[in-house]
Each structure stands twice: as structure tokens, then as C-alpha cells.
């Protein structure tokens, strides 16, 4: 069982940055991708970002219009996301995910990105 640890969540004004580290442990050599949902009060989940961890693939919600990267950093078991040019429609509760190759999806218990107009 993968377990996930998101940071990095907090208050930020409008266009700001966050980074948003999250460090898996526990059979991290069965992740094939990991990645970010988001969810806003009163709205469904939305995919944020995903990574292939191996090839390093990426691809991220066409929504963002670029203001979001995802990267990895294999040593550490941790995948990123960076948030540029943050708006106050970014405010959201940020889960990390990670897909095994086989078994079902592990989650993060959630950070929170509040940004101010």
C-alpha cells in the first residue's frame, strides 16, 4: 500500500505561486503515475496534472492555460506541483494520486490553496 504525503498548501494572493510537494512511501516501486484533483467547494473534482514515472509523460488540464507544471524527482519518491500565476478560482482542496500498475488508485489526505483577490 503507496502513502501519500501532500504539503506546500496555504493562503496566497492572486498571482502568486505555491509549490506543492508529494512524497509517496510503501511500495513506491509499483507507481506507475501519479498526479493532482483538485476540488472546490461545490464543484466536482477536476483532474489537475498527471506524470508517467517512468518516461516522465505529462499532461495537464487544458484549463490552466499552461499556469501549472508537474515534474518528479525520482531519488526522493516525490512528484510536484507548481502553481503559477495563481487565481482566486484556484482555491480548491489539492489531493495527490498515485496508480499502481496493478491495484487500485492511493490518495493523499488533501492540502488546502486558498488564493485572495
Known amino acids: 500500500q503507496v502513502q501519500l504525503v501532500e504539503s506546500g498548501g496555504g493562503l496566497v494572493q492572486a498571482g502568486g505561486s505555491l509549490r506543492l510537494p508529494c512524497a509517496a512511501s510503501g511500495g513506491t516501486f509499483s507507481i506507475d503515475t501519479m498526479g493532482w484533483f483538485r476540488q472546490a467547494p461545490g464543484k466536482e473534482q477536476e483532474l489537475v496534472a498527471y506524470?508517467?514515472?517512468?518516461?516522465?509523460?505529462?499532461q495537464n488540464a487544458d484549463s490552466l492555460e499552461g499556469r501549472f507544471t508537474i515534474s518528479r524527482d525520482s531519488a526522493k519518491n516525490t512528484v510536484y506541483l507548481q502553481m503559477n500565476s495563481l487565481k482566486p478560482e484556484d482555491t480548491a482542496v489539492y489531493y495527490c494520486y498515485a496508480d499502481p500498475v496493478v491495484g487500485g488508485r492511493n490518495w493523499g489526505q488533501g492540502t488546502q490553496v486558498t488564493v485572495s483577490s
Open positions: 506524470i508517467r514515472l517512468t518516461g516522465g509523460t505529462t
